[in-house]
């Protein structure tokens, strides 16, 4: 079945620690996407990805970093910078933005970031 | 400002009622506004997807209408099962963008 994975499902973090966030596709999507949730708000974009080594950072990329080496790979590193990052992370894939047209975006079932 | 924001916040409904979840939003260009269903713990799941020339569009119990006009959606589900318990997030699409702005959700739980 295609869809999307990530890894690991629940994750802690030390103070000064980066860590590093999996996310793979087999949708064969061009467009990838990394979301912040928080408890009562609305998912936060943090990066995307048009198409493999490119990305463009989002409204909340401060903190974070991403790679897109492969198009069925889009891991996001959250780095110490981020003095927040007890969140909710979702990525998301879809056929690439301007021809989305009626096609969704695909979710993975998310990574629980805490601070230890 | 682009927004989009959904009442009620939460919901208690009993089995086998049915509920309506609203969605008002002010993003312009429109594109596109999908109904996800995001379960606990769990990633969102599209239900549907309207463009401008839609006015409803159903999937089994659920049904999505929008007034392009008012810029309002609604997602109505009919005879409400234990499993519906969920939050139901509404998400616009602008035109020519990358930009997918979600609304903050309905929780919905169903009681036996």
């Known amino acids: 079945d295609g869809g999307i994975t990530q890894s690991p499902k629940y994750l802690f973090r030390k103070e000064g620690q980066n860590v590093t966030l999996s996310c793979e596709q087999n949708?064969?999507?061009?467009?990838m996407y990394w979301y912040r949730q928080d408890p009562g708000q609305g998912l936060r974009l943090i990066y995307y990805?048009?198409?493999?080594?490119?990305?463009q950072k989002g409204d909340i990329a401060e903190g974070y970093s991403v790679s897109r080496e492969k198009k069925e790979s889009f891991p996001l590193t959250v780095t110490s910078a981020q003095k927040n990052p007890t969140a909710f992370y979702l990525c998301?894939?879809?056929?690439?933005?301007?021809?989305?047209?009626?096609?969704?975006?695909?979710f993975g079932d998310g990574t629980r970031l805490s601070i230890l | 400002k682009n927004q989009v924001e959904q009442s009620p916040q939460s919901l208690i409904i009993l089995e086998g009622k049915n509920c309506t979840l609203q969605?008002?939003?002010?993003?312009?260009?429109?594109?596109?506004l999908r109904w996800y269903k995001q379960d606990t713990g769990r990633g969102p799941v599209s239900l549907t997807i309207?463009?401008?020339?839609?006015n409803t569009k159903s999937n089994g119990r659920y049904t999505a209408t929008l007034d392009a006009d008012t810029k309002q959606s609604s997602l109505h589900i009919t005879a409400s099962q234990l499993s519906d318990s969920a939050s139901y997030i509404c998400?616009?699409?602008?035109?020519?963008?990358?930009?997918?702005?979600f609304g903050t959700g309905t929780r919905l739980k169903v009681l036996a």
């Open positions: 998301a894939s879809s056929i690439i933005h301007n021809r989305v047209g009626n096609q969704p975006q695909h």
């Open positions: 949708l064969n999507h061009d467009a």
């Open positions: 990805s048009q198409i493999v080594n490119d990305f």
């Open positions: 969605c008002n939003y002010t993003v312009s260009p429109f594109s596109n």
């Open positions: 309207m463009t401008f020339s839609e």
């Open positions: 998400v616009v699409s602008s035109s020519g963008t990358y930009k997918y702005i």
